[in-house]
Structure formats: C-alpha cells, structure tokens
T-cell receptor
Framework: AQKVTQAQTEISVVEKEDVTLDCVYE???????LFWYKQPPSGELVFLIR??????QNEISGRYSWNFQKSTSSFNFTITASQVVDSAVYFC???????????FGPGTSLSVIP | NAGVTQTPKFRVLKTGQSMTLLCAQD?????MYWYRQDPGMGLRLIHY???????AKGEVPDGYNVSRLKKQNFLLGLESAAPSQTSVYFC???????????????FGPGTRLTVL
C-alpha cells in the first residue's frame, strides 16, 4: 500500500524562525518520485521540488531545503528564516512510477506570524 | 503559454443538477488528471487520462464521469450533483518522459463547487 503521512496538521512560527515540515511515505516500489507542493491562500498549487528515489542528495534552493532519507522513508522540508509569504498549506506527494498516479499527503498548514 | 486552465472558477448547483467542468492545457501533455480537495484530506484522484480517447478511474470516481476527446481538454461531469460533491476541484497535467513514469504534475487554479 502507498501512503503519505504529514503528521503536523498546523504549525505556527514567528517570522525569521526556521521551520521543518515532516513527510513520511510508504511504498514497496524501489523506483518512485517524491514531491512538495505549496498552496498559498489564493488556492493554486505550486510545484516546489521533485526527487527520485535514487537521489538521496539533499537539495537547497534559497531559503528552502529538503532532506530525503530512504532509511526512514522521510522527505522533510525546511524553511530557513521564514517569512509571512511562506504562509500556506504544504503538500508532500509520492508517485509510484509503475502506476503513474500521485498520492498526496493531507497537508501541513504553516502560519508565519509577523 | 497559459499552462493549465479551468472553467468555471466558481459554481453553485442544486442537488440533482448536472454540470461539466472543463480543463484545458496548452503544454502538449499526454496525461491529465482530476482531483478533489476537501479539508484535512489533501487531494484525491477522481479520474485520469493517459492519452486522447482514454480515461481511467482514480481513488474516488463514483458520481463523476470524464471524457478526453481532444488531447488538450479533459472534461469532468457530474450527472446528478450531491452535497457530498461540494469541494474544490483541481485539474492537472503532466508529460511522461517515457511510458514507465510520469513527470511533474502541473495544476490548474481550481474550481470551487458548492452543491446545495
């Protein structure tokens, strides 16, 4: 069975704090892709990152970084020096390559307080 | 290049009414998807299509029908709307690099549907 768990339903941080959003996935496939999407209050879904199962290198993009650990089936997302514009719901998702469907986690709502 | 567009943006229906949501993409993507988003449940796949003329069921297909007569369009139909279908509907598309996996999905802006 495939599943994506985002245990943190809601997180509030004060601006400039660092925050980590957790994502744990389940799959029996050896080849798969993981994604993070951002959904700001305006409602659209914005693609942030894609990672394939063979690439465990951490990635940094500006204030965003992602930590992929196959040993713990986790793909965590850290925002450094958070800003109010980071307030959004963040979804982690898993694509099983043989199935061509993406399974989304329930999302984590992040509020950054000025 | 508009990406993925959805029509309409908002709609209110009465129970039993029918309607069609239109999704269009101009990226020449092979795959298209319809999701619904409900509070606390993330996105759930309703139906998807891997090419023109083909459709398949996702996680929650009951009460919906789809058609993909043209590669760029993917229609989602509700024949007899029910209050349980009140949701935000997202369309997405993607382009497979080969037939074994699907690349990143790009989403439309969503349609907010209320069924009274």
């Amino acid at each position: 069975a495939q599943k994506v768990t985002q245990a943190q339903t809601e997180i509030s941080v004060v601006e400039k704090e660092d925050v980590t959003l957790d994502c744990v996935y389940e799959t029996r496939d050896t080849t798969y892709y993981l994604f993070w999407y951002k959904q700001p209050p305006s409602g659209e879904l914005v693609f942030l990152i894609r990672r394939n199962s063979f690439d465990e290198q951490n990635e940094i993009s500006g204030r965003y970084s992602w930590n992929f650990q196959k040993s713990t089936s986790s793909f965590n997302f850290t925002i450094t020096a958070s800003q109010v514009v980071d307030s959004a719901v963040y979804f982690c998702a898993l694509l099983k390559t043989s199935y061509d469907k993406v399974i989304f986690g329930p999302g984590t709502s992040l509020s950054v307080i000025p | 290049n508009a990406g993925v567009t959805q029509t309409p943006k908002f709609r209110v229906l009465k129970t039993g009414q029918s309607m069609t949501l239109l999704c269009a993409q101009d990226m020449n993507h092979e795959y298209m998807y319809w999701y619904r988003q409900d509070p606390g449940m993330g996105l759930r796949l309703i139906h998807y299509s891997v090419g023109e003329g083909t459709t398949a069921k996702g996680e929650v297909p009951d009460g919906y029908n789809v058609s993909r007569l043209k590669k760029q369009n993917f229609l989602l139909g509700l024949e007899s709307a029910a209050p349980s279908q009140t949701s935000v509907y997202f369309c997405a598309s993607s382009y497979p690099r080969d037939r074994t996996f699907t690349d990143t999905q790009y989403f439309g802006p969503g349609t907010r549907l209320t069924v009274l």
